[in-house]
């Protein structure tokens, strides 16, 4: 199993950016396909980006496009969520996570196999 940590939380005001950093133990990360997904407060868990292991092919939800960049460094077993013109509706703990299952549809919580702790992001009006 693939063990994620991430990092790269914190407070920030409305309008500022952070950039998340998730490492990957695996060996084989290169061909992994990973997501962040973010969960709220007494809300579900919910898809913010993804990118393919192989072909790089990013993918995002509708309410971080433009504002969030999703990328992969494969040297350092890493990716990364910036974040741009964050919005108090951000706040919640981002979480990334590891795809195996080559093909399926990474908006999907069910398309990932192995999960970090999570860290949080708190934006503030």
């Known amino acids: 199993q693939v063990q994620l940590v991430e990092s790269g939380g914190g407070l920030v005001q409305a309008g500022g950016s952070l950039r998340l950093s998730c490492a990957t133990s695996g060996r084989t990360f290169s061909t992994y396909d990973m997501g962040w997904f973010r969960q709220a407060p007494g809300k579900e868990r919910e898809f913010v980006a993804a990118i393919r292991g192989r072909s790089i092919i990013t993918y995002y939800a509708e309410s971080v496009k433009g504002r969030f960049t999703i990328s992969r460094n494969n040297a350092r077993n890493t990716i990364y969520l910036q974040m741009n013109s964050l919005k108090p509706e951000d706040t919640a703990d981002y979480y990334c996570?590891?795809?195996?299952?080559?093909?399926?549809?990474?908006?999907?919580?069910?398309?990932?196999?192995?999960w970090g702790q999570g860290t949080q992001v708190t934006v503030s009006s």
């Open positions: 996570a590891a795809s195996t299952n080559y093909g399926s549809s990474l908006d999907r919580i069910e398309a990932y196999s192995s």
